[in-house]
């Protein structure tokens, strides 16, 4: 699905990713863990092709995604804050994008949802935070692609409609999809997860259950685990 081998990205001196290898199979749940900084957003926008690398290869898909755009249509995303037009009203904009997209979509199910319907007419300016995530939520998941690629999913959203996004994610996750998450809720991750990835300044630290992770760091749950790893790396 997702073969990472290598890969190295700078931003001016500051090395970001260094020397970066990661394989994410097919179907399943997995999380990029990692304190601010530590490259998360960067592999994410690597993959996507939003951030060219230094050096290194990512295929996905089979495909090698070095100047190659044909692999995003099979990539559904939700990025850590949506810029929308803030006066464009969210019914345009879900048009608008089903629009861009052209294939099949199921909005109207996510909008019923999320309790959307009441703010179909507003401008975008004119909403909070918690509802423009659902408005980015919806544009995420009204098609219906193979990888869905999720970062911060969590941010703002009520604790109804969160229940909501895990109960879509794993249904996601039941139809054979491949779903990658950033996030720093502990609780959430630990949750939906099947398999974490934590980096720590531009590297995997760790790759593999959470359960795993416990044993490793001989902890008794999940936040005194990723506690361990960040205490132990800045003693």
Avoid: C, W
């Amino acid at each position: 699905m997702v073969s990472i081998i290598g890969l190295h990205k700078k931003f001016g001196k500051n090395p970001v990713l260094s020397g970066l290898d990661l394989t994410i199979n097919e179907g399943g749940i997995f999380a990029v863990l990692g304190p601010n900084g530590s490259g998360k957003t960067t592999l994410i926008k690597s993959i996507l092709g939003m951030v060219i690398p230094n050096e290194g290869e990512i295929k996905v898909f089979g495909e090698n995604v070095k100047n190659n755009s044909n692999y995003r249509h099979k990539i559904d995303y939700l990025p850590q804050i949506a810029n929308f037009p803030s006066n464009l009203k969210v019914k345009e904009l879900i048009r608008m994008i089903k629009d861009l997209r052209q294939n099949t979509s199921e909005d109207q199910h996510l909008v019923e949802l999320f309790k959307l319907n009441p703010f179909l007419d507003k401008k975008l300016g004119t909403l909070s935070g918690g509802t423009k995530q659902k408005v980015n939520l919806v544009l995420t998941f009204m098609f219906d692609s193979p990888l869905i690629i999720l970062d911060e999913p969590t941010t703002g959203l009520d604790p109804i409609s969160l229940i909501r996004l895990k109960d879509l994610i794993q249904a996601e996750k039941a139809k054979g999809k491949t779903i990658l998450i950033t996030s720093h809720i502990m609780s959430f991750v630990e949750e939906v997860s099947d398999e974490i990835v934590f980096l720590l300044e531009g590297k995997i630290y760790f790759k593999g259950s959470i359960s795993e992770l416990k044993t490793k760091t001989n902890q008794p749950d999940f936040e005194h685990a990723i506690a361990s790893i960040l205490i132990d790396n800045h003693a």
